[in-house]
């Protein structure tokens, strides 16, 4: 019983303060910006904007004014979101996405002044002139076969042929 009264274990916790019982009801532009850390133009702007509430002229309910404050701060707070979250506001994921696109553009130019990429094209040109040398020498072997060994006849030939351009028929079809 004695414990209760004095705030022993067993006691609830006190509600903390109301706030009216620590700020004044009433306060003038440079008294809330001085709370706030504002300027007195941030003030008056918040003022007609809602946020804060004019009790009279010059004078602030601080009680109310502190109150949306807090409200306008949180949600401007939970509109940026945390850092890594994608932005729920579709103007701010379009500029992200921009920004990210460009970032990326100028490490691919960045890389190819570099010389670590080289343009399709060219890449593609290269190739087909190699493998137009490596199709010819291919399809050549028969003939140049035929030249050294006189025992084979034209069938032969033909056959070795025919059996050349279907294992390039096959690997250009991407087959066995």
């Known amino acids: 019983m004695f414990a209760d009264l004095l705030g022993g274990?067993?006691?609830?916790?006190?509600?903390p303060p109301a706030v009216s019982a620590t700020l004044p009801y009433e306060m003038d532009?440079?008294?809330?910006?001085?709370?706030?850390?504002?300027s007195l133009s941030q003030v008056r702007t918040k003022a007609r904007e809602g946020v804060f509430v004019r009790s009279s002229r010059g004078r602030y309910d601080v009680e109310e004014s502190v109150r949306r404050y807090v409200?306008?701060?949180?949600?401007?707070?939970?509109?940026a979101g945390r850092p890594g979250d994608e932005p729920t506001?579709?103007?701010?994921?379009?500029?992200?996405?921009?920004?990210?696109?460009?970032a990326d553009a100028t490490a691919l130019k960045n890389a190819q002044l570099r010389g670590e990429l080289v343009p399709v094209a060219e890449?593609?040109?290269?190739?087909?002139?190699?493998?137009r040398d490596v199709?010819?020498?291919?399809?050549?072997?028969?003939?140049?076969?035929?030249?050294?060994?006189?025992?084979?006849?034209?069938h032969d030939i033909?056959?070795?042929?025919?059996e050349i351009k279907h294992?390039?028929?096959?690997?250009?079809d991407g087959n066995d």
Do not use: C, F
């Open 9 to 15: 274990e067993n006691s609830p916790p006190e509600a």
């Open 29 to 38: 532009e440079r008294g809330l910006a001085a709370l706030l850390s504002l």
């Open 71 to 79: 409200v306008r701060l949180r949600e401007s707070a939970s509109r």
């Open 89 to 102: 506001d579709p103007h701010k994921r379009e500029r992200t996405r921009l920004a990210r696109e460009q």
């Open 123 to 131: 890449t593609l040109r290269a190739w087909q002139i190699v493998l």
């Open 135 to 154: 199709r010819a020498g291919m399809l050549a072997v028969p003939s140049r076969y035929a030249a050294s060994q006189p025992h084979l006849t034209a």
């Open 158 to 162: 033909e056959t070795l042929t025919a």
């Open 167 to 172: 294992a390039l028929e096959g690997l250009a």
